[in-house]
């Protein structure tokens, strides 16, 4: 089982800045990507950005506007990805959810998991 703790949300000005933590703990073998996601009422949860394995970076196209404004970076050794969020505007508001597929042993295949999400508030 693998377990993502989450950190960091909280309620910031426009244009202020928040950074994102979570951390994967428990038994696996390797993480295969580390990822932020986003969910407002009655939308669909939407990729916000990833991190390979290998710290290839992937931005979600569905956002608007994050390139330039968000970064993601992961400590390997810890387990931990972060996500950096500067010039937040109030459409950035959202439950924000960490995610990581994960695999259990050099043979098996990949596992999905999610954090319980960490709302990020943006007041204008």
């Known amino acids: 089982q693998v377990q993502l703790e989450e950190s960091g949300g909280g309620l910031v000005q426009a244009g202020g800045s928040l950074g994102l933590s979570c951390a994967a703990s428990?038994?696996?073998?390797?993480?295969?990507?580390m990822g932020w996601y986003r969910q407002t009422p009655g939308k669909e949860r939407e990729l916000v950005a990833a991190i390979m394995s290998g710290g290839r970076t992937i931005y979600g196209d569905s956002v608007d506007s994050v390139k330039g404004r968000f970064t993601i970076s992961r400590d390997f050794s810890k387990n931990t990805m972060y996500l950096q969020m500067n010039s937040l505007k109030p459409e950035d508001t959202a439950v924000y959810y960490c995610?990581?597929?994960?695999?259990?042993?050099?043979?098996?295949?990949?596992?999905?998991?999610w954090g319980q999400g960490t709302q990020v508030t943006v007041s204008s």
């Open positions: 428990g038994t696996f073998f390797s993480i295969y990507v």
């Open positions: 995610n990581a597929v994960v695999t259990l042993g050099t043979m098996t295949g990949r596992y999905e998991y």
